[in-house]
């Protein structure tokens, strides 16, 4: 993310790639065509600009770009919301004297970690956009214990899924994992591009692990607001969870995550037992914490 005008010429002809003239209802003539996708004359004609501006744009000149162009663009390219707020963050970050959010915090404030102490019942934790764990309750410190059980700080998810063998048993789904963290880590890119932190973080998992240069070079971006989980804990077993991200309005960048699972199922009972091990291993809110442990 160093180089903004790089990010933005790579991640349009991805996209571009990826849609055929056909999906763009778009007659193909001649039955060679020399690129994948659209040329950037056809995304030009369907976006409603001349080409030679579009072929500005792809090299990376997003600078000055309206809103408006910016939308029809979108919507030529078939962007998904993700991808629609990347695009308008890479826009942002292009454009001179245009101020970008500001890096994550680094811890919580104490009103926050007193509404995870107070779902007793429900495995919880606040984390920043880089994915580091800033607090967690005593059941979601004992959920992910392996991640907490890392050697390595401060405590992050996605360092553990790239770097930490352990991960390939806690994710059951574990290649979707994969998938996902990247996924969500080049999206904070594009929102806070000049967050030190999060380019050391990308730097270190690019330099240690194959698998994340992979996953990186597809520049897939992604949110992560709901859905399933489903991990094999070393203690209780297999559990299919439902969880909630909800970013917390009063510190921009943190999200609480928030895991669940439907009554009476054998995940809600593996939770109960997971509650019994945590306070007979002591998990506290403080045993969460974070950075150098």
């Not at 004609?45 to 910016?70: H, K, Q």
């Amino acid at each position: 993310m160093h180089d903004i005008r790089a990010e933005v010429r790579e991640f349009l002809s991805s996209r571009r790639a990826r849609i055929t003239p056909q999906e763009a209802g778009l007659p193909a003539y001649g039955g060679n065509r020399r690129v994948a996708g659209l040329r950037r004359e056809e995304v030009a004609m369907l976006t409603g600009v001349s080409v030679d501006y579009y072929i500005r744009l792809e090299r990376g000149n997003l600078a000055g770009a309206s809103e408006s162009v910016l939308d029809a663009l979108a919507r030529t390219l078939r962007l998904d919301a993700a991808e629609r707020d990347y695009l308008f963050d890479l826009a942002r970050a292009a454009s001179p004297g245009i101020r970008v959010p500001a890096k994550p915090a680094e811890t919580v404030r104490p009103a926050v970690r007193q509404v995870l102490d107070a779902m007793a019942d429900a495995p919880a934790w606040v984390r920043n956009g880089r994915h580091d764990i800033l607090a967690a309750n005593r059941l979601g410190r004992a959920l992910y214990a392996p991640v907490f059980d890392s050697p390595r700080r401060p405590v992050n998810t996605t360092r553990f899924t790239y770097l930490d063998a352990a991960a390939r048993t806690f994710w059951r789904d574990y290649d979707q994992i994969a998938n996902d963290a990247a996924a969500m880590l080049r999206l904070e890119a594009g929102r806070t591009p000049h967050d030190t932190d999060l380019i050391t973080l990308i730097g270190e998992l690019s330099t240690q692990s194959e698998l994340f240069r992979q996953r990186w070079a597809s520049r897939d971006v992604k949110y992560h607001r709901s859905g399933r989980k489903r991990l094999h804990h070393p203690v209780v077993g297999d559990l299919d969870l439902d969880f909630e991200s909800m970013e917390l309005p009063s510190e921009p960048g943190l999200v609480m995550n928030v895991y669940t699972a439907p009554a009476g199922s054998p995940s809600a009972d593996a939770l109960t037992l997971l509650a019994s091990w945590a306070a007979s291993a002591d998990f506290t809110a403080d045993a969460a914490l974070i950075g150098a442990e």
